[in-house]
């Protein structure tokens, strides 16, 4: 199937955190175990070169479920903006799936906020991540999804995510060079899935 995108580029990109901006360490509260993922240094540079307004949104239910502090999260955050920033805007989820809050992925909560703190519409924004959260959160909010998968993430996620890149280079590519070959893309990646 040939698919012709023609999406504008986005005004501002955000990004999950964990396991699409760094290696997901879960609940990481110590700064020495930041890495970045594969092309995010030069990506992220990229799209500041570009003057693309650039933002993070993470779910860390790791505070409401008491394994982490917020302190300690903000000191993980503080390390991934030196080794990647700076970020023009973090949002950061502190709750739990029980907290029913308007914030945690899937909902649209981060990313209204991430593109009000930008002065963009939400339906002008795309949003990176390694999990169906993260393109729930996109869909929710009117903005465009692009699913990077990692090891965690699942089969149907992939063949659910409107496009989906091998890394973040290819992520933003797509975004920003039209989206015309995210079907081959993606079939790639859901077979990918399914073998493993
Ligand atoms: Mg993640
Ligand atoms: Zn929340």
Not at 19 to 34: A, M, Q, R
Not at 63 to 73: D, K, N, P
Request: hydrophobic share 45%.
């Amino acid at each position: 199937m040939h698919h012709h995108d023609s999406s504008p580029a986005p005004r501002a990109v955000l990004f999950d955190r964990d396991g699409t901006l760094v290696v997901d360490v879960p609940y990481n509260g110590d700064p020495s175990l930041v890495v970045a993922m594969p092309t995010a240094r030069e990506t992220v540079q990229g799209l500041r070169d570009k003057g693309v307004p650039i933002g993070v949104v993470s779910n860390q239910s790791g505070i409401a479920r008491g394994i982490i502090t917020r302190e300690q999260v903000d000191a993980v955050n503080r390390e991934v903006d030196r080794l990647l920033g700076p970020f023009d805007v973090w949002c950061v989820c502190p709750h739990g799936p029980e907290d029913d809050c308007r914030c945690r992925k899937p909902r649209p909560g981060m990313v209204q906020d991430a593109a009000a703190a930008l002065g963009v519409d939400p339906t002008t924004v795309a949003v990176i991540g390694d999990i169906g959260a993260d393109m729930g959160a996109a869909r929710a909010a009117g903005a465009r999804g692009v699913l990077v998968p990692t090891d965690v993430t699942l089969p149907e996620e992939v063949r659910d995510a409107d496009l989906v890149a091998a890394d973040l280079a290819g992520a933003v590519g797509l975004l920003f060079a039209g989206a015309e070959r995210h079907a081959v893309v993606a079939d790639d990646a859901a077979r990918d899935g399914a073998a493993s």
